[in-house]
């Protein structure tokens, strides 16, 4: 086989051994995308992976992945925008309903800001359907104890931290 050949299709590829998000690709011009919502939380691994073979000329070996996306290939494009949406218990909603009731105490900042909006939009998406995305969750988290303000020292903050962790382990 020529490379000319394996360049326009000559060889197969992709061998999976376990994935627990989706999306793959390889070959030329090939595309696979992921736009899924997923309510659950991720399969744990369990046992010995079996083996993966190695793939032939089109590529892609994985043997595990938790998440989704891959590619190889000239024109290959995998994209996994999938979105895990996870409940909002009712102990996460008391606890920001506290730590709202705490920022007028801050001087108006811009990440004060930017945590005040994402704390709306978590009493929003449980409003609206009783869950929210684990993006916004890690988020949240991340402006709690960034530093970026002082409103995660407060016992209401600390406690929306504590069960943003416990939804995220």
């Known amino acids: 086989m020529t490379n000319g050949q394996r360049d326009h299709g000559g060889g197969g590829g992709i061998?999976?051994?376990?994935?627990t998000g989706g999306a793959a690709a390889s070959g030329p011009g090939a595309?696979?995308?992921?736009?899924?919502?997923?309510?659950?939380?991720?399969?744990?691994?369990g046992g010995v992976p079996a083996p993966v073979p190695v793939p032939a000329d089109g590529g892609i070996a994985v043997g595990e992945m938790t998440g989704g996306a891959a590619a190889a290939g000239r024109d290959a494009r995998a994209v996994d925008?999938?979105?895990?949406?996870?409940?909002?218990?009712?102990?996460?909603?008391?606890?920001?309903?506290?730590?709202?009731?705490?920022?007028?105490?801050?001087?108006?900042?811009?990440?004060?800001?930017?945590?005040?909006?994402?704390?709306k939009g978590l009493?929003?998406?449980?409003?609206?359907?009783?869950?929210?995305?684990?993006?916004?969750?890690?988020?949240?988290?991340?402006l709690l104890t960034g530093g970026a303000t002082a409103v995660g020292a407060l016992a209401s903050g600390a406690a929306v931290?504590?069960?943003?962790?416990?939804?995220?382990?």
């Open 123 to 142: 009493e929003e998406d449980a409003r609206q359907d009783g869950r929210t995305r684990d993006r916004r969750l890690t988020r949240l988290r991340e």
């Open 161 to 169: 931290v504590q069960a943003i962790s416990q939804l995220l382990a």
């Open 15 to 19: 061998s999976i051994g376990r994935m």
């Open 81 to 119: 925008a999938s979105r895990r949406l996870l409940p909002v218990p009712p102990e996460l909603l008391a606890a920001v309903r506290e730590l709202r009731g705490d920022l007028p105490r801050f001087a108006r900042t811009e990440p004060l800001a930017e945590l005040e909006e994402e704390l």
């Open 31 to 45: 595309t696979a995308e992921d736009r899924s919502e997923r309510t659950d939380r991720p399969a744990a691994a």
